[in-house]
């Protein structure tokens, strides 16, 4: 959503709201001169982010009632290594997956959460979700790669992917810790900076410091959703004021209170001015579109469209240049934050944001217009531990390419998430 959330994070740029980031996720922006494969959605090179805005597009197209071409979900399902898992790109698909192709678990869980969506795929989600459960890490958690640390962003697309195939996150276990154990084991205490976030990864020292990407995909995760969450009730979640929601909760919170306290710290950093920021080195904080729409999703999944009014509004009102320049990714991202607060998709501060994103790609098979009440918000469903998924930052995304060049990536989500692209 973002990124949320995959190699797209490499090209980080969007991230920040200009072309390029997870998950949840924005396209990235290399040159855009290649030969596009047939079916492909966007104009720019997939090098670093073609699983990814695939899988958001076929995704936010089936929540708004699309038919996605066959030539589109047939380029997806194409890319899948015989393990059942996913780079974020593979030029030659007819080509073996060998020990030089650098599969990764955000673009992996990603197509399922699409391919689930759009149904009949069984046998690619099924060996998909097989090959994510055997490189589960020993906190329960997963990295961007096979055997990385296990990171925020990451862990959250994996654990939308398994509700999005009927399995409960809390039931998948490495060494006796489920995701939710990893997802808690980065969450921030109610006591100092960043209270009641989620951190990315910890730092080189081990501390924990809040990241709002991390955060939206943290409490979407907690709550047992994935990239198209939908909102709470009315009288769900948090309640009250999100802007005067506080942390609470004090030693290891259960995951229902992570995504809780999560919430609080999104809203806070939304209350004044209705977005978040991003910082590039060296320039001056703008707004950052992609992380805006992820927290809307969160927001809303976790305390109903009321909780974020403000931050939709916005969008409403200034994604528009964002997405248009950013690509399909970015258009999903809008479609899904819609989706999870019951606001119209082809009506959103004016844009259509279903004919926008159907005009990135192959034409549709068919286009459905909702009927009154398809697109409003409903209940989200917890799996969590006591009551109970391209855009990483900039300097996240840096190194991470830095990391590629010396070997392989990170060995979060360096990577969706990006936005995860």
Same mark, same amino acid.
């Given at each position: 959503m973002n990124i949320r959330r995959c190699a797209a994070a490499l090209a980080a740029v969007a991230v920040i709201g200009i072309p390029g980031s997870p998950a949840?996720?924005?396209s990235p922006s290399p040159s855009g001169k290649a030969a596009l494969p047939d079916g492909l959605y966007?104009?720019?090179d997939p090098k670093y982010d073609g699983v990814w805005r695939q899988s958001l597009a076929l995704l936010a197209q089936?929540?708004?009632?699309?038919r996605p071409a066959a030539r589109a979900v047939d380029w997806l399902?194409?890319?899948q290594c015989a393990d059942g898992s996913y780079a974020a790109f593979r030029a030659d698909p007819a080509r073996a997956c060998d020990a030089k192709v650098m599969v990764d678990t955000n673009s992996t869980a990603a197509a399922v959460q699409a391919l689930a969506a759009l149904g009949g795929h069984d046998a690619a989600t099924g060996k998909a979700v097989a090959w994510l459960k055997s490189v589960q890490n020993k906190d329960g958690g997963w990295g961007y790669t096979a055997g990385g640390p296990s990171d925020t962003n990451s862990t959250a697309v994996v654990v939308g992917a398994l509700a999005a195939v009927g399995e409960k996150p809390a039931a998948v276990v490495k060494d006796g810790k489920s995701?939710? *154990?990893a997802l808690l084991g980065l969450a921030l205490p109610c006591s100092g900076d960043g209270a009641g976030a989620f951190a990315y990864q910890p730092d080189k020292k081990g501390k924990l410091v809040a990241n709002a990407d991390a955060t939206a995909a943290g409490v979407v995760a907690a709550l047992g959703q994935g990239l198209a969450a939908t909102g709470a009730g009315k009288d769900g979640g948090a309640g009250g004021d999100a802007a005067t929601a506080k942390c609470v909760g004090g030693g290891k919170p259960t995951a229902a209170q992570a995504a809780a306290?999560? +919430?609080a710290y999104l809203a806070h950093e939304v209350a004044k001015d209705g977005y978040l920021t991003s910082v590039l080195p060296g320039a001056t904080a703008q707004p950052d579109y992609g992380n805006t729409a992820d927290t809307v999703v969160a927001l809303a999944a976790q305390g109903g469209a009321a909780q974020a009014k403000k931050p939709l509004e916005w969008l409403e009102k200034h994604a528009e240049a964002w997405a248009k320049q950013s690509g399909p990714a970015a258009y999903a991202q809008l479609v899904f934050a819609a989706h999870a607060t019951g606001a119209d998709p082809r009506d959103f501060g004016g844009? *259509?944001?279903v004919k926008a994103l159907n005009a990135t790609g192959p034409a549709p098979e068919a286009t *459905? +217009?909702?009927t009154a009440g398809d697109n409003a918000a409903k209940p989200a469903k917890s799996d969590g531990d006591g009551g109970s998924h391209a855009a990483v930052w900039w300097a996240g995304g840096i190194l991470l390419v830095v990391v590629i060049a010396v070997g392989f990536m990170l060995s979060r989500r360096g990577g969706k998430r990006v936005q995860q692209p």
């Open positions: 949840f996720a924005a966007g104009s720019t089936h929540t708004a009632g699309v399902t194409g890319q995701p939710y *154990d306290n999560g +919430a844009l *259509d944001l *459905d +217009a909702p």
